[in-house]
């Protein structure tokens, strides 16, 4: 037992490892509540005109 822990403690930190998926699984399930997303997205309309939106999307802005 002591063994598999200390396997478990050091491949928490190997990416794509089965600890690795399992602590991922289980940061998303504490995000839901009854199933249900405890978070949510809006989006603004008025991004749409913001220069700063733009760059981040790479689109061409017009400073005029």
């Known amino acids: 037992r002591k063994l598999l822990k200390q396997i478990t403690h050091i ?3 190997v990416p794509g490892s089965n600890t690795v998926c399992i602590s ?8 839901t509540i ?8 809006t ?14 999307a790479r689109s061409d802005i017009n400073i005029d």
Do not use: G, W
């Not at 991922?24 to 995000?31: D, G, Y």
């Open 11 to 13: 491949t928490a930190q």
């Open 34 to 41: 009854d199933d249900l997303p405890s978070f949510y997205f």
């Open 43 to 56: 989006i603004n309309p008025t991004d749409v005109y913001n220069p700063i939106v733009k760059i981040l």
């Open 24 to 31: 991922m699984r289980n940061e998303m399930q504490s995000l």
